[in-house]
């Protein structure tokens, strides 16, 4: 019994411990205020429920191979084909508004998925590849920088990832930038 107790605690510690390892932020450039706030996107669709599958599962259906969610926010019909017709003045409309109406499921067709990012004039950095730290994730992503658009209200950063994972139910989401790929 003793055993017992001094596992729990050791392992009650080391959770902490590595909590807060997990928390710790790395800095995106060189100024602090280069923090990324955007919009990830992938190919997915909306689908009709399927009973029994299970959430964030891979599967394969009448409606094609992907991987499926029970719940839908409204981001599914803006994939990485609509990205081109996004401005800055857009992408903050998304944010307080989807654009659909939410369905019931969804199936993400594939891995690959984007992300569209707000940043503040300066601090550029150079398309190519690069590691994305996601808010609240301990791992980075590696990603690829693919575009810098620039608008009158900052920049507009596109990038490409090619993991899914717990990923895959971002949305709205703060993102640092590590170089190297």
């Known amino acids: ?16 411990a590595l909590g807060g390892l997990a928390a710790a932020r790395l800095p995106v450039f060189e100024r602090a205020e280069a923090q990324l706030t955007g919009l990830a996107v992938r190919h997915e669709r909306v689908i009709a429920p399927i009973p029994g599958a299970p959430e964030g599962e891979r599967i394969r259906t009448a409606e094609g191979p992907g991987v499926y969610f029970s719940s ?17 003045e857009t992408l903050s409309a998304l944010r ?14 594939d891995a690959v ?10 601090g550029s950095p150079e398309p190519g590849p690069c590691r994305l730290r996601f ?40 993102a ?6």
């Open 72 to 88: 839908c926010d409204g981001y599914e019909s803006l994939g990485p084909d609509a990205l081109d017709a996004l401005g800055q």
């Open 135 to 174: 808010a609240g994730f301990a791992r980075p992503v590696p990603a690829r920088l693919l575009e810098i658009r620039e608008t009158e209200a900052g920049r507009l950063l596109l990038f490409r990832l090619n993991e899914g994972g717990e990923y895959l139910k971002i949305r709205w989401i703060e």
């Open 96 to 109: 307080d508004a989807p654009p659909d109406i939410p369905g019931q499921a969804r199936l993400v067709e």
């Open 1 to 16: 019994m003793l055993f017992l107790a001094a596992c729990a605690y050791a392992g009650a510690f080391l959770y902490t």
């Open 113 to 122: 998925w984007f992300f569209l990012a707000e940043a503040a004039p300066g």
């Open 176 to 181: 640092e930038i590590e170089r190297g790929g």
